[in-house]
């Protein structure tokens, strides 16, 4: 059952709602599904987002942006790999596994591998991160082309 204050529309208006939301982990939540039911008119309205007062939304929004093909957000997701909460850790994981096309993985609640995989992750970008286009049918990045900057 939703709050009384979300509607009960489809999931992108659901998470629309969800990003008025006073309380910062409600809002992140809304940012990111965004990410997950949005289309690419939905980035303007994200990276608006990106300055957040609360860091769970900004973490949430390079999440959404991932998950929507902005190469940008990659840079920004593989140093959350580091963060010492594991909710942000867990984001970035899934993001960067999913829609980077790295190949790369790691347990979100392990510190250890999520350093490992920042490690790899960097190199990987520092080889490849100029080269990546999107392939929106399958929602990630893959090697050989110029990526999307937007």
Same mark, same amino acid.
């Not at 829609?99 to 510190?111: K, L, Q």
């Given at each position: ?42 980035? &303007?309205? =994200?990276?608006?987002? *990106?300055?957040? $007062?609360?860091?769970?939304? #900004?973490?949430? +929004?390079?999440? /959404? %942006? ?8 990659? &840079?920004? =997701?593989?140093?959350? *790999?580091?963060? $010492?909460?594991?909710?942000? #850790?867990?984001? +970035?994981?899934? /993001? %960067? ?25 960097? +190199? ?27």
């Amino acid at each position: 059952m939703l709050p009384k204050n979300i509607s009960s529309g489809n999931p992108y208006d659901q998470a629309l709602a969800e990003t008025r939301q006073r309380d910062p982990g409600r809002r992140a939540n809304g940012v990111a599904n965004l990410g997950v039911h949005g289309t690419a008119d939905t980035v &303007k309205t =994200l990276k608006g987002f *990106l300055q957040d $007062e609360a860091e769970a939304v #900004r973490v949430a +929004a390079n999440y /959404a %942006l991932l998950l929507l093909g902005q190469s940008e957000s990659i &840079k920004k =997701l593989i140093e959350v *790999l580091a963060h $010492e909460r594991h909710d942000y #850790r867990k984001r +970035a994981a899934v /993001a %960067l596994t999913t829609s980077s096309g790295s190949g790369i993985a790691c347990d979100h609640e392990n510190v250890e591998s999520c350093a490992a995989a920042k490690n790899d992750y960097e +190199a990987w970008w520092k080889k490849s991160g100029a080269g990546l286009t999107w392939d929106a049918k399958k929602k990630t990045f893959e090697a050989g082309g110029t990526a999307k900057k937007k």
